[in-house]
């Protein structure tokens, strides 16, 4: 079913910007500095993917659907999901709160940020790991066609809020941020080289040379 699908999927792109976002934190160890511009950066998908579209993708969309067709077995564990997300919520308000002084090179914003986002990194993590182990699995159970008809047309509205006319999806964007951290911290790794091993390092060899 798309409704589920579109729920996988996100979580995929998800864990693709925990993974950037903790890459860009243990980095900052190496020479105490926060990579601020692509912390930014992927504090703002959290906001307006994570926290935004997916969640009310969910709260909206998947959750009511599930809670009507197995109310027995939802509802302890949706209600618990729904304070996982207002848990995170708050961890993104403590690094949008920090981010700019961590920005200025302020070492107490810094620290606070990076505890806040340490903590929303493990939280987000164990918590799609959840929903993909129990709720999809139920969802693909319980939902029937009509369910999944209805969940999209409100998928289509919640969309409407959150992206922009012509907007990639969010799980483009994850891609390009994975993508200029992963740049980023070898560029920073590499500068961080003393100048001579960085002298030292041969040359790459043409395959007809390494053959
Ligand atoms: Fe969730
Ligand atoms: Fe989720």
């Not at 935004?52 to 969309?61: A, K, S, T």
């Amino acid at each position: 079913m798309r409704s589920i699908q579109t729920v996988c999927e996100e979580h995929r792109a998800l864990r693709e910007v925990l993974d950037a976002l903790e890459l860009i934190l243990r980095c900052q160890r190496a020479d105490d500095r926060l990579d601020a511009d692509l912390a930014l950066e992927a504090l703002e998908w959290l906001e307006r993917f994570s926290d935004g579209l997916h969640q009310d993708r969910e709260e909206l969309g998947l959750f009511p659907a599930l809670l009507l067709r197995a109310p027995d077995r939802t509802r302890e564990v949706l209600a618990s999901l729904l304070r996982w997300h207002a848990d995170e919520r708050a961890r993104i308000l403590e690094m949008r709160a920090r981010i700019e002084g961590a920005a200025y090179g302020d070492a107490c914003s810094r620290d606070a940020f990076t505890c806040a986002a340490l903590e929303y990194i493990e939280l987000q993590r164990r918590h799609s790991q959840v929903e993909d182990a129990q709720i999809l699995p139920l969802a693909r159970e319980v939902l029937l066609p009509e369910d999944d008809a209805r969940i999209l047309a409100e998928y289509q509205r919640i969309e409407q809020r959150h992206l922009r006319p012509g907007e990639p999806a969010p799980s483009e964007r994850s891609r390009e941020l994975v993508a200029s951290a992963a740049h980023r911290v070898l560029e920073r790794q590499a500068s961080l080289l003393p100048a001579r091993s960085r002298s030292l390092r041969p040359a790459p060899q043409p395959p007809s040379a390494r053959a």
